[in-house]
């Protein structure tokens, strides 16, 4: 493996270490941006002409777009543009989850998404989010909260007392057997512990000042390269975190060339639920922030339309790597490996964005610039997932198709991929952005 696609990979590593939710993701990618001097603009503001250069907005912390100006007319030349989501599927603390069960404290969780739920246990977990808090102005104000020590454990039950799990899986009870212990009983109510502790994680905040909160579970091992030649990665959050960060990367890079279309990376929060959210690929924000910067180019409807049709949309999620221990869980004549380049995924009942026309020129680019590619389709027994891609043309009238990264144990609380492949995926997007 080279130096490149190792320190690629590290970089991706360190970037979804410190980013253990969505909102902690979106808060790095907006913090990436400013250093690189992209400009932060305000939805609810008016936007001018001198603020299009290079710039990005945000919606719900979670969710972010950034662009870039081309260099010939919008009009003429529309745009590219890359997306990938923020969120990844795991467990959420329950509003009121604090509870004693006999001598346990522990917390309530929410399935968010669809996780692999038997991966979650036996881990060291802890606690990711944000919460809002009433400031002594009387303010509403969001702090990004992290508790960086092992504070979780859903402990497994012992195979004395349950000795059919290595014939018939692990089953969790969602209700029942998925709360997390948090420590031992106390003299205080459960619900004023758990708001005690956070309130320690914010500077001036009291257990009386807090509102409300959003918090995740994830797991604190960081991110490793393993395997001989350390040939793959594991980490928590792969799908859909290293999407985001070449997505990320690819703008940045592009930023410094000159390409004709204007470059867009958009970065969306709830797709994991289904996207139909403010924040999320489904609502408005893409169309909204395309129809503005239109706008103050000059162009209103037609002409509008017109920058759309000349536009195309790369949506990047990751795909399922053939696994040697399951063959059968794949079709037979279109198994994709990790460290053997980004994998074009098409499906022709259209879950995914892809089709012939896109996949060609798509695939032109990849043999020009001599970067390697596969193509997965699901297997027909299998029911097949979804990305932002499909939503996103069928909204905008944009064509485009769905590639990503080859991984194992997707929805896994640790999955795996290829050290190799991120770097690959950078230089697809930043090409795709760039010409």
């Given at each position: 493996m080279s130096l490149n696609n190792h320190a690629m990979a590290r970089v991706l590593l360190d970037f979804i270490d410190a980013s253990p939710s969505p909102w902690h993701a979106g808060a790095n990618l907006a913090a990436s941006l400013d250093r690189a001097g992209f400009q932060r603009l305000d939805e609810r503001k008016r936007w001018e002409r001198s603020d299009l250069e290079a710039a990005y907005v945000q919606r719900g912390t979670s969710s972010l777009i950034a662009f870039r100006a081309g260099q010939?007319?919008?009009l003429e030349a529309g745009s590219r543009i890359v997306a990938a989501h923020t969120d990844s599927p795991g467990l959420r603390i329950k509003p009121k989850g604090a509870h004693y069960a006999g001598a346990c404290l522990r917390l309530g969780v929410e399935i968010y998404g669809s996780p692999l739920l038997a991966t979650w246990t036996d881990r060291d977990l802890s606690l990711a989010g944000r919460v809002h808090v009433r400031s002594h102005s009387g303010e509403v104000m969001?702090?990004?909260?992290?508790?960086?020590?092992?504070?979780?454990?859903?402990p497994n039950l012992a195979i004395h007392m349950n000795r059919t799990a290595n014939e018939d899986g692990l089953k969790l009870h969602r209700q029942h057997e998925l709360p997390l212990i948090l420590g031992l009983e106390q003299a205080l109510p459960a619900q004023d512990v758990w708001r005690q502790m956070l309130a320690e994680q914010?500077?001036?905040?009291?257990?009386e000042d807090i509102l409300s909160f959003e918090m995740q579970v994830y797991d604190v091992q960081p991110g490793c390269f393993w395997g001989?030649?350390?040939?793959?990665?594991?980490?928590?959050?792969?799908d859909n975190?290293?999407?985001?960060?070449?997505?990320?990367?690819?703008m940045l890079r592009v930023k410094q060339q000159q390409p004709e279309a204007m470059s867009v990376a958009a970065f969306f929060d709830h797709e994991e639920i289904g996207s139909e959210t403010p924040q999320g690929a489904a609502a408005s924000f893409l169309g909204d922030v395309l129809e503005r910067i239109s706008e103050v180019c000059g162009y209103q409807g037609q002409d509008h339309k017109r920058m759309l049709a000349h536009s195309h949309l790369v949506s990047v999620d990751m795909a399922h790597a053939w696994h040697p221990n399951f063959p059968d869980a794949y079709e037979p004549q279109h198994h994709v490996q990790v460290n053997a380049g980004p994998v074009i995924k098409s499906h022709a009942c259209g879950h995914y964005l892809t089709d012939s026309v896109s996949e060609a020129r798509f695939i032109e680019m990849m043999d020009r610039h001599a970067i390697p590619w596969q193509r997965y389709i699901h297997r027909s027994n299998l029911a097949c997932g979804a990305t932002v891609g499909p939503m996103l043309g069928a909204r905008l009238g944009i064509q485009g198709l769905d590639i990503g990264?080859?991984?194992?144990?997707?929805?896994?609380?640790?999955?795996?991929?290829?050290?190799?492949?991120?770097?690959w995926l950078v230089q697809a997007l930043t090409h795709f952005l760039g010409e």
């Open positions: 010939k007319p919008l969001q702090h990004l909260v992290r508790f960086p020590d092992a504070m979780l454990r859903l914010m500077d001036m905040v009291v257990p001989l030649e350390q040939a793959f990665i594991a980490d928590g959050q792969l975190l290293v999407s985001c960060h070449a997505a990320l990367q690819a990264s080859a991984m194992w144990a997707m929805h896994s609380a640790r999955e795996s991929a290829g050290a190799r492949d991120q770097d």
